[in-house]
């Protein structure tokens, strides 16, 4: 290639280093001649191995050493720029190639560059001598390049290897092809990409709020008490269905027409009952783990479900006075018949009960706690 190109006798292959990383190594510019210029490839690829510029300086030696098998009278020079690049990295590299070709007469020049910013001072070398080549030096393979292979390598074996990586990254995928393709050749385009959709959404939100480790630590307490687990289940759907009937009594058009406090009485006497039912369920669950350790200390939710049982009692009472009002009256006459029931006056036993009973079953247990010490 380089024979026919080159139409004339003197050559001069031309290292170009734009943004003068060779100012690392102290070096003055330009730099003239074989030796000196493979002294400086060598000490360089010492310094910085990974830096492309080891490869174009290599380059420029060989095509230097390729003129010279063709018969051409040829020299090797080195010129850099400026670390800030713009129009002083071109100014330092036409001055310095001025002063080469004061050395050395040649009748054109072979570029040697890296690439990148290098090629801008083109315009101004051909100002001062013939350009016969550019050789622009691209490495095989970068370091990042041949690192980003091994990582995907590294990674699609550990996905094949381990089942948890292979269940996410080919297992799922994989049914919803398997999915998309069926509904496809059925002519259900539109249903596959909706249950596509929710599929992906639905393990977008599995994986996103680590459910899988709350179903983890799920089957762990299911483990250590599945007594529990099953009564929080029975909590919850009682729970529900207390909440959708209280919405029914409040909304269906048969008791909308009645008066809200009538409406409100009609849920605490229904279903105050399942409420408390649905909050002492999980207590319940504790209440058995503790029986089960023979703890003492299951007097504390023993405790709460009584608070709601009587709490239960309570809203009953609300309830049915509320329903004894037949006509609408003021706040005041409301007030006036819960004291003649002594609501307030029972709510204030009640508490003054569960305080007394608590601090004394804490106080026992405090006891027992020091004599097992002792």
Do not use: C, H
Not at 292 to 321: C, D, H, Q, T, Y
């Amino acid at each position: 290639m380089i024979q026919s190109l080159i139409k004339r006798n003197k050559v001069l292959v031309l290292l170009i280093d734009y943004d003068n990383d060779l100012s690392k190594l102290n070096i003055k510019t330009p730099l003239i001649g074989f030796k000196n210029v493979s002294d400086i490839a060598y000490r360089y690829a010492i310094e910085n191995p990974e830096d492309s510029d080891v490869n174009a300086l290599f380059a420029a030696l060989k095509i230097y050493n390729e003129a010279l098998q063709m018969g051409y009278e040829a020299e090797i020079a080195v010129v850099v720029g400026d670390e800030r690049g713009g129009l002083k990295a071109v100014q330092n590299i036409r001055n310095q190639l001025i002063q080469i070709i004061n050395v050395f007469k040649a009748d054109g020049v072979i570029i040697v560059s890296d690439g990148g910013e290098d090629e801008k001072v083109i315009p101004a070398i051909q100002s001062v001598i013939p350009i016969l080549y550019i050789k622009t030096v691209v490495v095989e393979q970068a370091r990042s390049l041949e690192q980003t292979y091994i990582l995907l390598w590294r990674f699609i074996r550990k996905v094949l290897r381990e089942p948890r990586l292979a269940r996410v990254a080919i297992g799922y995928p994989g049914i919803l092809l398997v999915i998309f393709s069926i509904l496809a050749f059925l002519n259900y385009l539109s249903w596959a990409l909706l249950i596509i959709s929710i599929a992906i959404g639905a393990l977008m939100i599995y994986k996103g709020f680590n459910l899988e480790l709350t179903f983890e630590s799920a089957k762990e307490v299911w483990k250590g008490n599945p007594t529990a687990i099953l009564l929080i289940i029975t909590s919850s759907i009682v729970g529900l269905i207390a909440i959708i009937i209280t919405w029914f009594i409040l909304t269906i058009p048969e008791t909308s027409a009645e008066p809200l406090y009538r409406r409100l009485g009609t849920v605490l006497t229904s279903l105050s009952w399942l409420y408390g039912l649905a909050l002492s369920l999980p207590i319940i669950g504790s209440i058995v783990k503790r029986f089960i350790r023979r703890s003492f200390r299951i007097w504390r939710p023993a405790m709460l479900v009584v608070v709601i049982f009587l709490m239960v009692i309570l809203l009953n009472e609300l309830g049915a006075v509320l329903l004894a009002i037949d006509q609408p009256i003021s706040t005041e006459a409301i007030i006036e018949k819960l004291w003649s029931r002594l609501l307030p006056y029972n709510l204030l036993v009640i508490v003054l009960i569960i305080i007394l009973v608590s601090s004394t079953l804490q106080f026992a247990e405090r006891l027992l706690i020091k004599k097992k010490i002792r």
